[in-house]
C-alpha cells in the first residue's frame, strides 16, 4: 500500500508560479511511476503530466507542456510539479498518483494509488 500526500497548493494570480509536491510513503518510491493530474469543478479529471521510476523519463500534456515540469527526489520519496506562467483557469484539484513499474502512464485508469488532492486556484 502506498499512501500519497500533496501539498503546495493555493492561490496565485495568473502568470504567478507553484511548485506542488508529493510525498509518498513506501519504501520502494524509486519502482513506481508518478503521475499529475487535475479536475477542474464539473469537468473530468485530466492527464497533465508522468515521470518514469528512475526520473530520467518524462511526459507531459500539450496544453501545460513549457511551463508546467515534473521531477523526482527518489531519497525523499517525493515527486515534484513546477507551474510557472499559470492560466487563469479558476480553481482546479491537482492529484498525484503512483503505479509500480517502469512505464509512463498517462491514463488515470492505469494509476493504483492515489493522493486527496491540493486546490489550485489562478486568479484573472
Known amino acids: 500500500q502506498v499512501q500519497l500526500v500533496e501539498s503546495g497548493g493555493g492561490l496565485v494570480q495568473a502568470g504567478g508560479s507553484l511548485r506542488l509536491s508529493c510525498l509518498a510513503s513506501?519504501?520502494?518510491?524509486?519502482?513506481?511511476?508518478m503521475g499529475w493530474f487535475r479536475q477542474a469543478p464539473g469537468k473530468e479529471r485530466e492527464f497533465v503530466s508522468t515521470?518514469?521510476?528512475?526520473?530520467?523519463?518524462?511526459d507531459t500534456a500539450d496544453s501545460v507542456k513549457g511551463r508546467f515540469t515534473i521531477s523526482r527526489d527518489n531519497a525523499k520519496n517525493t515527486v515534484y510539479l513546477q507551474m510557472n506562467n499559470l492560466k487563469p483557469e479558476g480553481a482546479d484539484v491537482y492529484y498525484c498518483?503512483?503505479?509500480?513499474?517502469?512505464?509512463?502512464?498517462?491514463?488515470?485508469?492505469?494509476?493504483?494509488?492515489w493522493g486527496q488532492g491540493t486546490q489550485v486556484t489562478v486568479s484573472s
Open positions: 513506501t519504501r520502494t518510491f524509486s519502482a513506481y511511476a
Open positions: 498518483a503512483a503505479e509500480y513499474g517502469s512505464s509512463l502512464f498517462r491514463d488515470e485508469d492505469d494509476y493504483s494509488y
Open positions: 515521470i518514469s521510476w528512475s526520473g530520467d523519463v518524462t
